[in-house]
Nanobody, 128 residues
Framework: QVRLVESGGGLVQPGGSLRLSCTASGFNLASTSIGWFRQAPGKEREGVSCTSRTMGGTYYINPVKGRFTISRDNDQNTVFLQMDSLNPEDTAVYYC?????????????????????WGQGTQVTVSS
């Protein structure tokens, strides 16, 4: 079966770092664009970042630019989200998802209902 599993979340103080992992089974991550989304309590789900299937295109929303980095390790069938300089506003459950918008080597964290596969999420808590 096609599955995604996130890991790497946890509790970190403001200014700290975490690296989230999204590992696929049942398919090759190199065959799809990948997005990271997050959802904080009481708030709507928010696209954070994505990586295009080809040509290395990436995207970051303004609040995380310069702090988050998305990358692939195709040999491990894994996508990472390196999160540095974390602040309490980053607290959320983080999800990885396949098949975000992807064209001309550029992606955007928007999904089409029925096409994407979601992981179960990993909790990130930034607190002093």
């Amino acid at each position: 079966q096609v599955r995604l599993v996130e890991s790497g979340g946890g509790l970190v103080q403001p200014g700290g770092s975490l690296r989230l992992s999204c590992t696929a089974s049942g398919f090759n991550l190199a065959s799809t664009s990948i997005g990271w989304f997050r959802q904080a309590p009481g708030k709507e789900r928010e696209g954070v970042s994505c990586t295009s299937r080809t040509m290395g295109g990436t995207y970051y929303i303004n609040p995380v630019k310069g702090r988050f980095t998305i990358s692939r390790d195709n040999d491990q069938n894994t996508v990472f989200l390196q999160m540095d300089s974390l602040n309490p506003e980053d607290t959320a459950v983080y999800y990885c998802v396949t098949e975000v918008a992807d064209a001309h080597g550029e992606c955007y964290p928007i999904v089409t209902p029925g096409r994407s596969t979601w992981g179960q999420g990993t909790q990130v808590t930034v607190s002093s």
